[in-house]
Every structure is written in C-alpha cells, then in structure tokens.
C-alpha cells in the first residue's frame, strides 16, 4: 500500500508583468504625429 502523498500546495509565484510607460509616446500610445504609437503598439507600454 502505497501512503498518500503529503499535500504539496502549488505556490507558484505568480509575477505580474512589468510594464513600463513607452519611452517613445511616454504612455499615451499616441505616436508625434497622432497615430498609434508604433513603439509600443497603441498601449502605452514597452
Ligand atoms: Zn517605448
Ligand atoms: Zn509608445
């Protein structure tokens, strides 16, 4: 017989993305000349 298995909790560490404003439109998503910013695709974070 085998004995059950101690519990092991799955304590992942769940990190959050690091996301930081754009150094190209500085978090607007808005490119200099109005249209998406291309550096960070719209999202204001690179
Ligand atoms: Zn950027
Ligand atoms: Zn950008």
Known sequence: MV???????VTSVAIPPKRWRCCHCGG??????????????GLGFC
């Open 3 to 9: 004995s059950d298995p101690p519990d092991e909790q």
């Open 28 to 41: 607007t998503g808005v490119g200099s000349y109005g249209d998406t910013c291309e550096h960070c695709d």
